[in-house]
């Protein structure tokens, strides 16, 4: 299994511009989620699903647009990207946190490091 | 907003040092995780508990419910061991996700 997976590692934009940060996963998680970690501070919830075609809003979710139409992907669009959105950004999946403990172990992407100028 | 208190904020010991690493909570959770961030900036789940005590090989976590409390331990601590530590918790009927602490930066030294 490749776990979870996101592209791309690395990004620059202009304020402005927009992009998707792609998130996969292998393991049929139903339960993923978007995160941003930002210096001084924890990760923050940006947006989460709890199975296709089911997503909500987390803590901080301005700015960002996330669909699931497959158990597989959850990609985290930005509409117009400003420089607050400049952070390091988190995809996870967990089985399902709400069913058991066993469940809510949690899988993390790699991160992609976004700038934007 | 429910808050997640991780302490020391930074810890630097040397090679061998019983190493612990205290998170408090305000409100009931259903889970609670120990995470670990390597300086390359990836992130792996160590532990998630709800009672009692775990342990894997030098790592071992515990957690209090009644003081809302956890404690991660490392015994014989190496330098591989630096990175940064992050408690989680999933508050009761919470399946809109984690609140995470700020993280303890440990530094292990020859």
């Known amino acids: 299994n490749a776990g979870v997976t996101q592209t791309p590692k690395f990004q620059v934009l202009k304020t402005g511009q927009s992009m998707t940060l792609q998130c996969a996963q292998d393991?049929?998680?139903?339960?993923m989620s978007w995160y941003r970690q930002d210096p001084g501070m924890g990760l923050r919830l940006i947006h989460y699903?709890?199975?296709?075609?089911?997503?909500d809003q987390g803590e901080v979710p301005n700015g960002y647009n996330v669909s699931r139409s497959t158990t597989e992907d959850f990609p985290l669009r930005l509409l117009s990207a400003a420089p607050s959105q400049t952070s390091v950004y988190f995809c996870?999946?967990?089985?399902?946190?709400?069913?058991?403990?066993?469940?809510?172990?949690?899988?993390f992407g790699p991160g992609t490091r976004l700038t934007v100028l | 907003k429910n808050e997640v208190e991780q302490s020391p904020q930074n810890l630097t010991a040397q090679e061998g040092e019983f190493i612990t690493i205290n998170c408090s909570y305000s409100?009931?959770?259903?889970?609670l995780h120990w995470l670990q961030q390597h300086p390359g900036g990836g992130i792996v789940s160590l532990f998630m508990?709800?009672?009692g005590k775990k342990k894997h090989g030098r790592l071992i976590a515990t957690i209090n419910i009644q003081e809302k409390h956890s404690s991660l331990h490392i015994t014989a601590s190496h330098p591989r061991d630096s990175a940064v530590y992050i408690c989680?918790?999933?508050?009761?009927?919470?399946?809109?996700?984690?609140?995470f602490g700020k993280g303890t930066h440990l530094i292990i030294q020859p």
């Open positions: 699903s709890v199975g296709a075609g089911i997503t």
């Open positions: 989680a918790v999933r508050y009761r009927g919470g399946a809109d996700g984690l609140t």
């Open positions: 996870a999946s967990s089985p399902n946190p709400t069913r058991t403990q066993d469940t809510d172990t949690q899988y």
């Open positions: 409100v009931g959770i259903s889970a």
């Open positions: 393991m049929n998680h139903e339960y």
């Open positions: 508990l709800s009672s």
